[in-house]
């Protein structure tokens, strides 16, 4: 089958990215990106898992009823790809796989991948920021070249790392008054090396690696889109929250369920969103950071 769009959903065997992908084939069809067949590949660190979650989707009642996928008779074909955002050449792997399979562009990234660890301390603060922020900066800096004129970028993000009373005022602005990926990494770099001083506290950061991460990503996400933006590359570069989500990231106490923590995600990827770029959503509005 000759393929019209392509779209890559990271993280994905699972909760909301798994959510992504489904959603994605129930609502390509009606969406403006419609014009013919879609591939979606569905991103896992572990292939077991990977294929699993793709057994899951053929067998999708509500995929089935919409007759959605191209085994029913519709438009989406979704495969899986394996790929772990924490190592380096696993992204860079990914990336040449697109290049070489579709010369022509891919339309769609949605960037979910992520992990939340329990306790605090500089193993913590290190293997969460390899994933969370080096990680889906590496993403976006090398899957955003691959994407056509018109299409769309997304990382998730969360508002855990909103710019509240838990970051010093000095810290919300330097956060805030960034425009550039440098000026972003050079404050996660502060925030590592206060954690491993034990001065993370003194020096106005919260004690929280999911939380900086996820600053780090809206962050890096706002001055990626401002850059493309500059350069006029035309494609739509923004971050959002999902909420609050039942998931196994949130112990299953969110309040949402995944096809709603989709919603926004899937929005800024096929919904009319007039040329908005650099932003930082959740219920499908922009908010502040």
Avoid at 53 to 79: P, Y
Avoid at 132 to 159: E, H, K, Q
Avoid at 209 to 224: D, E, L
Wanted: proline share 3%; hydrophobic share 40%.
């Amino acid at each position: 089958m000759s393929f019209k769009r392509v779209a890559a959903v990271t993280g994905a065997n699972k909760g909301i990215g798994l959510a992504i992908a489904r959603n994605l084939a129930l609502e390509y069809p009606s969406s403006a990106f419609n014009n013919g067949p879609l591939l979606i590949y569905l991103t896992a660190r572990d292939q077991g898992r990977g294929e699993e979650a793709i057994k899951t989707l053929r067998n999708d009642v509500q995929l089935k009823k919409a007759k959605a996928l191209a085994a029913d008779g519709g438009l989406a074909t979704i495969k899986h790809h394996g790929l772990d955002i924490s190592e380096p050449k696993s992204i860079t792997d990914f990336a040449a796989f697109l290049k070489k399979e579709h010369p022509d562009g891919i339309d769609v990234v949605i960037n979910n991948a992520g992990i939340a660890m329990t306790g605090f301390d500089i193993n913590v603060v290190t293997q969460t920021l390899q994933c969370n922020y080096y990680g889906t900066l590496l993403a976006t800096t090398s899957l955003l070249p691959l994407i056509r004129r018109g299409g769309r970028l997304v990382n998730v993000s969360s508002m855990s790392g909103h710019l509240n009373s838990k970051y010093s005022k000095e810290l919300q602005v330097a956060f805030n008054s960034s425009q550039t990926v440098s000026d972003v990494t050079s404050l996660i770099e502060q925030f590592t090396h206060a954690v491993e001083l034990g001065q993370e506290k003194e020096k106005g950061w919260p004690s929280a690696a999911y939380a900086v991460s996820k600053s780090g990503v809206t962050g890096m996400t706002r001055a990626i889109a401002l850059e493309e933006r500059r350069s006029g590359g035309g494609r739509l570069v923004n971050s959002c929250c999902p909420g609050y989500v039942d998931t196994d990231m949130t112990k299953h106490r969110g309040s949402k369920t995944v096809d709603e923590g989709a919603k926004t995600p899937v929005m800024l990827a096929l919904g009319e969103i007039n040329g908005v770029v650099g932003e930082f959503w959740q219920n499908e509005k922009v908010i502040e950071w």
